[in-house]
């Protein structure tokens, strides 16, 4: 959630800014901040990766410090958008130790191993907050953080669900009814007590 967007009684403006919907060619912007004075985009600035093969991951100055860790509770895994085949943009996790693919998506019941072009979302935390819901809700006065959008258009958001005792990047939307994150092997939804960007 965008912390800057509620007034002091909590609630947010009306405006709702729209996801950049792509033509099927065109990639994304890629998002670097300009001024200080600018406001954040609605789904935040981003760091393209995986267009190049072999491409290093890029240095803290460039992702910002990690919002979560893996299983082993020291490997960073980073909060991304996946540029689909189909056109449509899902919400991943970014995971630089895992073997052969760092992005992995949640999609079709599975965890994909995502093997184009992502973006990562630099976690800026005196901007952004997690905050718990449920059912695929965007909690009232709250202005979510845009992760993607379905082929049919419908928004998608990121998300975070407990999963084995582990807090595992993923995606929501009001079409969904709650949170799904990829995690070994599998796409887990999880429809109560998720984490909302």
């Known amino acids: 959630m965008d912390k800057r967007e509620r007034d002091t009684n909590g ?10 919907i792509p033509k099927h060619h065109d990639p994304p ?5 300009p001024g200080p004075a600018a406001q954040v985009p ?3 600035y981003r760091v393209p990766l995986g267009a190049t093969p072999g491409q290093p991951f890029p240095g803290i ?3 910002r410090q990690a919002p979560l860790t893996d299983a082993d509770g020291k490997s960073p895994v980073f909060l991304g958008s996946a540029i689909m085949e189909d056109g449509s943009v899902h919400p991943c996790k970014i995971a630089p130790s895992l073997p052969a693919a760092p992005c992995r998506v949640p999609f079709g019941g599975g965890e994909l191993e995502h093997r184009g072009r992502y973006d990562l979302l630099p976690f800026v935390p005196e901007l952004m907050e997690f905050v718990v819901t449920s059912r695929g809700r965007v909690p009232p006065g709250r202005r979510p953080v845009k992760g993607g959008f379905e082929k ?5 958001y990121h998300a975070v669900a407990v999963v084995n ?5 993923g995606k929501t939307g009001a079409h969904l009814g709650g949170c799904n994150i990829p995690f070994g092997g599998v796409e887990h939804v999880v429809k109560e007590k998720y984490e909302i960007l």
Not at 11 to 20: M, T
Not at 152 to 156: C, I, R
């Open 42 to 44: 609605p789904s935040g």
């Open 165 to 169: 005792g582990v807090r595992v990047p």
């Open 152 to 156: 049919s258009g419908q928004e998608l």
């Open 61 to 63: 100055d460039r992702t």
């Open 29 to 33: 912007p890629s998002y670097t901040p």
């Open 11 to 20: 609630s947010s403006g009306d405006a709702q800014v729209a996801f950049p």
